[in-house]
């Protein structure tokens, strides 16, 4: 007996996460306090408090929602943090404000003008908010009556008797109503509405008064008080679109599914002319409102001249969104032009930009990094190793030494060990090379590989990077 509820136990697993563990999915947003200031360590954020307080405020400028068309730029050496503040940013905003995030070499391999891949991306920034008023019936289900005809076939026919505190009203079902009712699962103690219009019927929850029916709830039932007044109301729906899926669902030549597929080729201007003036209809009648978003383009120097201009006026427009760039360049050339810049960046996009710098962690903030990983990644490090991997992050990058969690992970495990220690992150450091090894080896084994066209001048440029 006993050995079979042992065994009974065993079958019960843990339910297992099933996202996928991403560079920046430790992170849920800025870390910021009520006034602003950054937290030394919070909401999987460490350091950079400067670069992210400096971004809050920009939080509460895209949140106030009346600024449109500012551009940031978070510049820093690589692996400062610059797309993990971004992630960061994302995900402070939250599911209603939109945010659109690409790669600056992504407008090369879309099949469509880079011009247009930016619009398309800056419209997919730009939420609208639509108002519409509509007519619903709300109230708690007393009964459901649904007669099928005795030999199977031909209408159901049915009635339903729905309470508010005050009222109680029975209405006759015809056959779309009692599919949906079915569909829905309704029954007597369910508190719903049905929306006039459509005949969509949404379950709110149980009636409180029908909370003891033990029977019939199951863990996740939402109780809810019987409605008041009337069953019939007039409600306020809200829904937000960006202005890209109102141009997608309203170009003939593709159709809302486009959305779906996301091909949804390039949009006629007159199309885009159109929404914009229906929307600006909308907000004259007090029916829409625009909520400017983000849009965050990274590697931001991978741009060429004419994006960089086509920005710059697109910038200007009163239905801009706030613009993020990041880069981690220092003076270099502008794509597609001759001429050298800060950050890869034309001068007169800079002047429109605040700028956002990000410093290197020091060893106290790497290590507190490479902690939040290691949770993140489930992997159980010992204090000393903890130690050695943040040396290692110091000597060469903090992005070669998260690396080194798994692997090293994967070796600890290898010897059933539940922990790593510090020989199984000296094993990865073994196997795995950094970047300035591998220059190392290159050097001294160039003439084995093929197309070695290493001289001495890219040797010294190699060294001084
Ligand atoms: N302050 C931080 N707190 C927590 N995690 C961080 C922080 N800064 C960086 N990271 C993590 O370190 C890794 C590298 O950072 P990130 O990718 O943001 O660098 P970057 O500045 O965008 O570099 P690049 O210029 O190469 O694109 C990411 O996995 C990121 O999530
Ligand atoms: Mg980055």
Redesign the pocket.
Known sequence: MAAAAAAKIVEVRETTRVERIG??S??RGLGLDDSLEARHVSQ?????VSARRAVGIVLHMIRDGRIAGRAVLLA??????????A?ALAAALGQDTPFTSMAGSEIYSLEMSKTEAITQAIRKSIGVRIKEESEIIEGEVVEVQIERPASGVGTKVGKLILKTTDMETVYDLGGKMIESLLKEKVQSGDVITIDKATGKITRLGRSFARARDYDATGQQTRFVQCPEGELQKRKEVVHTVTLHEIDVINSRTHGFLALFSGDTGEIKPEVREQINGKVAEWREEGKAEIIPGVLFI??VHMLDIECFSFLNRALENEMSPIVIM???RGVTKIRGTNYKSPHGIPLDLLDRTIIVP?QP?DEK?LRE?LS??CEEEDCQMSDNALTVLTRICKETS??YG?QLIMTSSLIARKRKAHEVDVEDIKRAYQLFFDEGRSVQFLREYQQEFMFNEMDDKEEMEIENN
Do not use: S, W
């Not at 820093?76 to 503040?85: F, H, V």
């Open positions: 560079a920046h430790h992170i999987g954020m460490v350091g950079q820093g050496q690589p692996g400062t943090g610059k797309t993990a503040i992630t990274d590697e990041a880069t981690n990000t962690y903030e990094i939040i990983r903090l992005r998260m």
